[in-house]
C-alpha cells in the first residue's frame, strides 16, 4: 500500500503569509495527488486535482506542484477563511486511494 | 446542484450490523464512481470502500474487507454500505464522497455531510 506523509502537522500562520504544506508518497505516484480542505463539523471540500489543477470556484491564492513522490499545497497569502485543516489523497493504485495524516493551519 | 445525503447511522453493540444510505442528486449518479470515507473522532481521513459507476468493479480498505459491503442501486440514485461484525474502532463519521471518474478510483469533488456511527456496549 502506498503510505502518504503529510508535514507540518501543524502549522502557525499570520493572515496574508505565504503558506506551504508538504505531501510525501512512499513510492511514486505520478501526478495522481489531491488536496482538500476541512473545517470543525464538516465535510472536506475539494481544492486540488492532478497534483495541480485547481477545483473550478476555488480562490487562485491555492495551488498545487510536484510529481512522483513530493507534493506542496501552497496558500499565496493567508485569509481568515483558511484557517482548517488540509489533506493530501493519492489515488494513483487499482487498491484504492489513501490520505495524508493531516496539516491543521492555526492562526498564530 | 449536486447533493449527497447520508443516512442510516445511529449506536450499535459491537458485533451487530448496521446499513448505510446515501442519496445523490443534481447529477447522473449512474455515471460515476462513488467512495465511502470516515472519519474517527478528532482523527483524519480514512478512505474505506469504492464502487465503479456499475457497481462492476470496488475496493475496501483492508480492515474492513470481508466485514463491509458496498453496493449502488442506479435506479435509485442510491449508495449502500452494509456493515457486519462492527467494533468500537469502527465508531467515525461515515462520508459517502462522488468521485470524478466512472470506473477507477480518482478524487473525490462532492462529498455528502456525514452520518455518525457509533459502535458501544
Known amino acids: 500500500d502506498i503510505e502518504m506523509t503529510q508535514f507540518p502537522s501543524t502549522l502557525s500562520a499570520s493572515v496574508g503569509d505565504r503558506v506551504t504544506i508538504t505531501c510525501r508518497a512512499s513510492q511514486s505516484i505520478s501526478s495522481w495527488l489531491a488536496w482538500y480542505q476541512q473545517k470543525p463539523g464538516k465535510a472536506p471540500n475539494l481544492l486540488i486535482y492532478d497534483a495541480s489543477s485547481l477545483e473550478s470556484g476555488v480562490p487562485s491564492r491555492f495551488s498545487g506542484s510536484g510529481s512522483g513522490t513530493e507534493f506542496t499545497l501552497t496558500i499565496s497569502s493567508l485569509q481568515p477563511d483558511d484557517f482548517a485543516t488540509y489533506y493530501c489523497?493519492?489515488?494513483?493504485?487499482?487498491?484504492?486511494?489513501?490520505f495524508g495524516g493531516g496539516t491543521k493551519v492555526e492562526i498564530k | 446542484q449536486v447533493q449527497l445525503v447520508e443516512s442510516g447511522g445511529g449506536v450499535v453493540q459491537p458485533g451487530r450490523s448496521l446499513r448505510l444510505s446515501c442519496v445523490g442528486s443534481?447529477?447522473?449518479?449512474?455515471?460515476?464512481?462513488m467512495h465511502w470515507v470516515r472519519q474517527a473522532p478528532g482523527k483524519g481521513l480514512e478512505w474505506v470502500a469504492f464502487t465503479s459507476y456499475d457497481g462492476s468493479n470496488k475496493y475496501y480498505e483492508d480492515s474492513v474487507k470481508g466485514r463491509f459491503t458496498i453496493s449502488r442501486d442506479n435506479p435509485k440514485n442510491t449508495l449502500y454500505l452494509q456493515m457486519n461484525s462492527l467494533r468500537a474502532e469502527d465508531t467515525a463519521v461515515y462520508y459517502c464522497?462522488?468521485?470524478?471518474?466512472?470506473?477507477?478510483?480518482?478524487?473525490?469533488?462532492?462529498w455528502g455531510q456525514g452520518t455518525l456511527v457509533t459502535v458501544s456496549s
Open positions: 464522497a462522488k468521485d470524478r471518474r466512472r470506473y477507477s478510483s480518482g478524487w473525490n469533488d462532492y
Open positions: 443534481g447529477f447522473t449518479f449512474s455515471s460515476y464512481g
Open positions: 489523497q493519492q489515488y494513483n493504485t487499482y487498491s484504492g486511494p489513501t
